[in-house]
């Protein structure tokens, strides 16, 4: 059990330790984008239900691969709060709460709304490209996802979940998630599947743009000759760990 427990600390002890302070320091103010995504997210919920507001909804909020590039993109950032109308609807409310609420707190908002958009929008242009490709190839897609409704936090969360993990050096945790992305395609080749491992790797590249914004900060100051690895994304560090320090 000691070793199990040592295991634990080493993968978990510093991102539980940052959310866990956090939130006995503050409370819900720790997290206010959060819980402003949840009452969006449940504020679309209801007005797509309704008779005069589900065309409203599908105007400023879903996207889809058979839409103009440029109206998608416009769609973009609040499809991410448009829950799909065939899942229920606590389940994109509580992992908006719980992957969400853990980014925020320990990326801060911006960084959070960064990633998770980033992810979002890695999922909407690879349905694109994957239409393109058609079918016959590994990455393709059937013309008829074309119409699918793309939209959700699905995507968002899983590069937030995957963003986080790295930074804090949850490995482990890292390369479950994704290996459990990997699963669902296999088992499941649609489009949403297809969607979260384009939206890990748009959060990779990301990551790398970061790190590379950091190293060259770092290297007009004179500090360092190359990057500090994984946890050495964003600005200030805590003391001797690599890891981010405590949001103000």
Excluded at 194 to 221: N, P, Y
């Amino acid at each position: 059990m000691s070793t199990l427990s040592r295991l634990a600390r080493a993968e978990w002890g510093p991102l539980y330790s940052t959310v866990r302070d956090r939130l006995v320091a503050r409370r819900w103010r720790a997290i206010p984008v959060t819980l402003a995504a949840v009452c969006l997210t449940a504020a679309f919920q209801y007005v797509q239900n309704q008779s005069w507001g589900y065309q409203f909804v599908q105007n400023i909020g879903c996207v889809r691969a058979e839409d103009p590039l440029g109206l998608s993109l416009l769609r973009t950032p609040l499809s991410l709060f448009v829950p799909a109308l065939d899942l229920p609807v606590w389940g994109a409310l509580a992992q908006i709460l719980l992957v969400f609420g853990i980014a925020e707190i320990c990326l801060g908002p911006w960084r959070m709304l960064l990633i998770g958009y980033a992810a979002t929008l890695g999922g909407t242009l690879y349905a694109r490209l994957g239409i393109e490709l058609g079918p016959d190839n590994w990455i393709g897609l059937p013309a008829s996802d074309a119409q699918v409704v793309d939209t959700g936090p699905s995507a968002a969360v899983v590069g937030l979940a995957v963003y986080v993990c790295w930074r804090y050096r949850a490995y482990a945790t890292g390369a479950f998630v994704i290996v459990l992305m990997v699963v669902e395609v296999l088992v499941k080749n649609n489009l949403a599947g297809k969607e979260h491992l384009a939206a890990i790797a748009g959060v990779v590249v990301v990551t790398v743009a970061l790190d590379a914004a950091v190293w060259a900060r770092q290297r007009v100051r004179g500090g360092t000759s190359g990057p500090r690895g994984p946890g050495s994304g964003g600005a200030g560090r805590g003391s001797g760990s690599g890891l981010p320090p405590m949001r103000s």
